[in-house]
C-alpha cells in the first residue's frame, strides 16, 4: 500500500511570503491530520479532517493558516504572510476513521515539509 | 493538564543493553490507545508498538516490548539489546476514542543516544 505522500520536501522563504503544502492520504483513509513539528519538541496538531469535514481546528492560526480538503481526499495547507516563527517541519498523517472500540487504529505519517523562514 | 508526559528529554544507553523510556498519560476515558513513534534524523516518524487500553497482556514487537501500568497510567516503551541504529527521539502518543472519530496526543520526546 502507498503511503502518506506529501510535498515539497523542502521550502524555503522569506517572512511575509505565502506558501502551500500538499499531501495525498493512504487510500482510504478518511482521517486526515495536520501537524506542525518545531525543532526538538513532539508534534502539536493544526488542524483534523474527517472526510472533507473539519472535527478539529482549535490550534490553526487562522489569521495567517488555511487548509482545505476538497473531495475528502488531498488536502492542502497554507500559509499567508509567513512568519519567523512558522520554521518547522510540517508532517501529514492519516488514519482510518474510527471513533469507539477502534482497536490499534495507527496515525500514519508522510516523510514532512520542512519550512524555514528567513 | 498535559495528556502525554515524557519527563526525560535524553538518554544515553550502551549498545547491547536494555533501555526504557518513561510515559505517563492522563485521560478520564475507558477506552483509548497508546503508541511509541520513533524519528530519526531524516524526520519521519515510525510506529513501533501499539497497546489498546482494553488489553490486559503488554504488547511486544521485536525488540521493542511495552510495560502498560494502567492504575499509575503509564506506558514505558523498552528496547531490549540497543543497537546503534536506536539512536533517534521517541514519542508517546495517546488515541482518544471519542464518539465518532480519534484524537491523538504526542509527548515531548526523548532523544536516545546509543554508545558504541
Known amino acids: 500500500e502507498a503511503g502518506v505522500a506529501q510535498s515539497p520536501r523542502y521550502k524555503i522563504i522569506e517572512k511575509r511570503q505565502s506558501v502551500a503544502f500538499w499531501c495525498n492520504p493512504i487510500?482510504?483513509?478518511?482521517?486526515l491530520y495536520w501537524y506542525q513539528q518545531i525543532l526538538g519538541q513532539g508534534p502539536k496538531l493544526l488542524i483534523q479532517?474527517?472526510?472533507?469535514?473539519?472535527?478539529?481546528d482549535s490550534q490553526l492560526p487562522k489569521d495567517r493558516f488555511s487548509a482545505e480538503r476538497l473531495k475528502g481526499v488531498d488536502s492542502t495547507l497554507k500559509i499567508q504572510p509567513a512568519k519567523l516563527e512558522d520554521s518547522a517541519v510540517y508532517l501529514c498523517?492519516?488514519?482510518?476513521?474510527?471513533?469507539?472500540?477502534?482497536?490499534?487504529?495507527?496515525?500514519?505519517f508522510g516523510a514532512g515539509s520542512r519550512l524555514t523562514v528567513l | 493538564a498535559q495528556k502525554i508526559t515524557q519527563t526525560q528529554p535524553g538518554m544515553f544507553v550502551q549498545e547491547k543493553e536494555a533501555v526504557t523510556l518513561d510515559c505517563t498519560y492522563d485521560?478520564?476515558?475507558?477506552?483509548?490507545?497508546l503508541f511509541w513513534y520513533k524519528q530519526p534524523s531524516s524526520g519521519e516518524m515510525i510506529f513501533l508498538i501499539y497497546?489498546?487500553?482494553?488489553?490486559?497482556q503488554n504488547a511486544t514487537e521485536g525488540r521493542y516490548s511495552l510495560n502498560f501500568q494502567k492504575a499509575r497510567k503509564s506506558a514505558n516503551l523498552v528496547i531490549s539489546a540497543s543497537q546503534l541504529g536506536d539512536s533517534a527521539m521517541y514519542f508517546c502518543?495517546?488515541?482518544?476514542?471519542?464518539?465518532?472519530?480519534?484524537?491523538?496526543?504526542f509527548g515531548s520526546g526523548t532523544k536516545l543516544n546509543v554508545k558504541p
Open positions: 498523517a492519516s488514519s482510518l476513521k474510527r471513533g469507539k472500540i477502534s482497536g490499534a487504529n495507527v496515525l500514519t
Open positions: 487510500s482510504g483513509h478518511a482521517t
Open positions: 479532517f474527517q472526510n472533507n469535514g473539519v472535527v478539529d
Open positions: 485521560t478520564s476515558d475507558q477506552s483509548y490507545g
Open positions: 497497546q489498546g487500553s482494553y488489553d490486559e
Open positions: 502518543a495517546m488515541r482518544e476514542d471519542i464518539y465518532n472519530f480519534n484524537k491523538f496526543y
